[in-house]
């Protein structure tokens, strides 16, 4: 349950993400809204990514709470359909539920993080070169805990051609296809 709590909100603050407003991008609002209507799923929030690398992805617990991240480099750098292209694959992710898995999967790993010694590790051990029994535990028992839940996760996921499903909904498929 600890998980849940205020995933989206945790996550944004931990990527540095930024809203993006209707009034700063009408067109994506537009796109975002069209798109979601037609898959009958609430439309996500819209975030951008201050960075020039680029990237585009979508996460989320819940439909109704799911996000899109933008980076300013893709806005930039692509035109309008590619853009509307990658959207419609992203929220086709949503509208399948793929978000949900990835988003879990990332706060269980945050949660590990937690969890690990390996980043509290003082100067003096640096310069000993000393391994600790805490230190020892961290890295062979609990971080490899991690891939009971990715192995389960992956197991129930559904095997559907997210870039098939993408274009039939957007019908931009040259466009996917170039960005």
């Given at each position: 349950?600890?998980?849940?709590?205020?995933?989206e909100t945790s996550i944004a603050h931990k990527l540095n993400l930024t809203s993006m407003t209707e009034a700063e991008q009408p067109e994506l609002y537009h796109i975002v809204r069209e798109l979601s209507r037609r898959l009958q799923i609430p439309a996500?929030?819209?975030?951008?990514?201050?960075?020039?690398a680029l990237t585009i992805g979508a996460y989320g617990l819940r439909k109704s709470k799911a996000c899109i991240v933008i980076s300013d480099g893709l806005l930039e750098s692509i035109s309008r359909c590619e853009l509307s292209a990658l959207l419609g694959r992203e929220i086709t992710a949503i509208w399948y539920?793929?978000?949900c898995l990835s988003t879990w999967f990332s706060?269980?790993?945050g949660a590990l993080e937690i969890l690990s010694f390996s980043?509290?590790?003082?100067?003096?051990?640096?310069l000993k070169r000393k391994y600790s029994l805490k230190w020892v535990l961290s890295q062979m028992?609990?971080?490899p805990l991690a891939l009971i839940p990715k192995h389960l996760l992956l197991s129930v996921r559904r095997n559907v051609d997210?870039?098939?499903e993408s274009i039939k909904l957007t019908h931009l498929s040259a466009e996917l296809a170039e960005s």
């Amino acid at each position: 349950l600890l998980l849940y709590f205020k995933a989206e909100t945790s996550i944004a603050h931990k990527l540095n993400l930024t809203s993006m407003t209707e009034a700063e991008q009408p067109e994506l609002y537009h796109i975002v809204r069209e798109l979601s209507r037609r898959l009958q799923i609430p439309a996500p929030q819209l975030k951008r990514l201050n960075t020039q690398a680029l990237t585009i992805g979508a996460y989320g617990l819940r439909k109704s709470k799911a996000c899109i991240v933008i980076s300013d480099g893709l806005l930039e750098s692509i035109s309008r359909c590619e853009l509307s292209a990658l959207l419609g694959r992203e929220i086709t992710a949503i509208w399948y539920g793929d978000t949900c898995l990835s988003t879990w999967f990332s706060r269980f790993l945050g949660a590990l993080e937690i969890l690990s010694f390996s980043r509290n590790i003082d100067r003096s051990f640096q310069l000993k070169r000393k391994y600790s029994l805490k230190w020892v535990l961290s890295q062979m028992v609990v971080l490899p805990l991690a891939l009971i839940p990715k192995h389960l996760l992956l197991s129930v996921r559904r095997n559907v051609d997210l870039t098939r499903e993408s274009i039939k909904l957007t019908h931009l498929s040259a466009e996917l296809a170039e960005s």
